[in-house]
């Protein structure tokens, strides 16, 4: 047995461990997660930046395809073709409010993965567990394809394609396919596919979960098969142009770009786009035939295709806009999935928010006003009358309103306010308000930014594995 296997096998077993009580078998589904014999054929690759603390320790670990940027370590683990991107982490003497109390931090946070299978999974933002506040760790934990785990310390879990744990501490829990979680904290759970659900204890309360008959045409999961689906096959047909993108050592650089702006040397960028000052685009995002106005961003596994963004736009972690128009301000949440066609275009108005893993999937015209709030599977006018909301009445809401399949309890006002002012801190730490040197962010940093490779053992034992090694300035 190599020690490729033996690690894979490893980590399955911690797992398994760790999911006992809530009776669910990992196995199955790891037999055809990664691919052995591609593990030795991807470069992992690292960025170095003056912004950010360079500290990578990798120990007994396969790291295939996989970016990582900022402080991080990662041991006894197999990661294929994910994101791990510190640039947000905490820094020495930052104090941090948790309700009544200060914590001053004594060292550089870190994001520290052990004992885990990562496959095409994004790590991005900081801890928001109060009790480990220098360590964003994942651990004895498997997340399957185009998952986030978005500042959310994890311990045995496992979360299926698609799946987003955002702003939660997770312990022993199972999360479904193309599931939404923010909860603050949540332990030994099994939550279904489709579930979205985002909770502030005291707060408000918002629960959505897709027909499991619909929801699977779109992604879905079985023991026997790696996971299939509409949003699969979507990918599936544009790789080839990634994988361009990551056998040239130097592609050629577009012009137009603003010195404000930046473009990602790992993003495609197919013909007739236009990009705006302020402007970000991450790595592995697939820009085509359009145009992203002042202050918008395309975040990682992001897909805009035949569109336009008018401005200050948030296109969160693996959301897609095919054949759509976004005016100003509009944010589409982690993994939504907007398709228009090419005579049946999709327009979201001003403000709008579209809730994460939104899927709008339309065949004639669909226009959603200014000011709302959307959710869940949108096919037609009739389903958007069930599935939105204006934010001025749900803003008014004390107590509790139901529409369609989604439930909500507290305070509309609290919930409204949440979502806007994450929406400006995201624009904020992105860079789109940078002016007369100013507000810098991640679009502006970025331009300070090298990117060095890291290659596999090629034969023998450890194929596949890389070795131990240290990174330091």
Partial sequence: MTELEK???????????????????????????????????????????????LDLHFEHSALAGSYFLGKCRVRNSLLYKSDIRGDELKRKDQQIQFEKFTLTLTKDEIIDIEDSALVKTLVHNYSHDPETPEKF?????????????????????????????????????????YSYIQAGEISHLKVDPGTIWVNSPGNFNFFYKYPAE????????????????????????????????FDFVNLQEIESIPKTASLDRYAVVLPNIRIADNVLVSQRAYIQNSSLGKGANAQENCFIINSSLEGYNVTAHGAKLIEADLKLGVFVGFNSFLCGKKNSRLTVNEGCVVMPHTIIDIDQPLEIPADHLVWGLVRNKEDLAKNSIALVKLNAVETSISLGRMHFEGKGAMFVKAFKDRIHHILDVNGAFFENGKNAGHAQKNQRLSLNTIQPFQFGANKGMYPNIRILP
Avoid at 28 to 47: M, T
């Fill in 7 to 53: 690690l894979f096998n490893r980590i399955v077993q911690r797992v398994n461990i760790n999911l006992r009580e809530l009776n669910f078998d990992v196995s199955p589904f790891a037999v055809e997660l990664i691919p052995p014999d591609q593990l030795n054929k991807f470069y992992a690759f690292y960025g170095i930046t003056p912004d950010h603390p």
């Fill in 137 to 177: 760790y994942i651990k004895d934990t498997l997340a399957m394809d185009y998952a986030n785990i978005h500042g959310s310390p994890s311990d045995g879990s496992f979360l299926g394609p698609y799946a987003t744990v955002d702003l939660t501490t997770m312990r022993d829990c199972v999360i479904g396919a």
């Fill in 214 to 245: 619909l929801l699977e045409h779109y992604v879905s999961l079985s023991p026997d098969k790696v996971p299939w689906g509409i949003l699969i096959d979507f990918i599936e047909e544009r790789k080839m142009e990634f994988q361009r993108v």
